[in-house]
């Protein structure tokens, strides 16, 4: 785990990138900033989490960093170690994690509730669409209060490392540890009555099978009955209506996504 700290003080904004070692736009995004050597308003704390990973170019090394947090400090696995030196290191800090995805190169705001955080936060950085975990929070950073995720678009494109640095100066900035962004440089902000909040209902696990397809848009209503997905050529049917979310052929091993309602706007 690499840790940059700036300013003078104690943080109590934090920037994770890097949980995962085959999403590198959080890195990339840290390090952009870290060479513009800005002049922050107030301490900040940036971390690079899982550098073993990135290394190896690898999800993870022996679990998936974000499903075991709180962490073990004994845990013979590198992941849960990890995870709880990182837990301590956010202790008492607003926090933004990045992350990346396979399901769409829309950037995505990740928490578990939309709660005063979220409305603080949220409508001041370049996302329009929020997904609520609700219980499907297990072992995740977002467990932890004050903590938010972005997923900065599609894995290992340049694109997300692009709005990753976006997402990390507008975050900075609603937090206070950067200024308000010049109007020549603004970010792409949309009004907040416009971001639409899904909330994450259960998992559609996927059949056996040796190819996967996925045949509906993130985000657009399916209604009963339509074909959402394929495994090896044969059409999966939607039982009732739904919105897909995180839908992707290979961004998880066992499910394609999941069943979401759309909830109503961050505002």
């Known amino acids: ?3 940059h700290e700036l300013g003078e003080g104690t943080p109590e904004v934090a920037v994770v990138g890097g949980i995962h070692g085959d999403e590198p736009c959080g890195p990339r995004a840290i390090d952009r900033l870290l060479a513009a050597e800005p002049a922050v308003e107030r301490p900040v704390k940036l971390i690079v989490a899982n550098e073993a990973a990135l290394r190896a170019g690898q999800r ?14 004994d845990a013979a696995a590198h992941e849960r170690r990890l995870a709880h030196d990182l837990a301590r290191e956010i202790q008492g800090c607003t926090t933004l994690a990045l992350h990346s995805t396979q399901s769409t190169p829309k950037p995505m705001g990740v928490i578990r509730s939309v709660d005063e ?4 936060i949220y409508p001041r950085l370049p996302v329009d669409v929020l997904i609520e975990t609700d219980a499907h929070t297990d072992g995740r950073l977002i467990e932890y209060p004050h ?3 972005v997923e900065c678009g599609l894995q290992g494109t340049e694109a ?6 976006d997402l990390l100066r507008a975050f900075l900035a609603a937090t206070g540890a950067l200024p308000a962004p010049a109007a020549d440089d603004r ?3 949309p009004d907040p009555e416009t971001v639409a909040v899904f909330r994450l209902r ?10 996967y397809e996925v045949l509906v848009e993130n985000f657009e209503p399916v209604e009963a009955g339509t074909a959402f997905a394929a495994v090896d050529g044969e059409p999966l049917y939607a039982d009732t209506d739904f919105y897909p979310v995180l839908f992707s052929a290979a961004g ?16």
């Open 117 to 120: 955080v979220a409305r603080a």
């Open 160 to 165: 997300a490392a692009d709005t990753g640095y």
């Open 147 to 149: 903590t938010i995720e």
């Open 187 to 189: 970010f792409d902000i």
């Open 252 to 267: 998880y091993e066992d499910i394609f996504g999941y069943v979401a309602e759309k909830t109503g706007r961050v505002a």
């Open 1 to 3: 785990m690499r840790i």
């Open 60 to 73: 993870y090394l022996d679990a998936d960093l974000n499903r075991v947090f709180p962490g073990d400090p």
């Open 202 to 211: 259960q998992p559609i696990y996927k059949p056996d099978g040796d190819s």
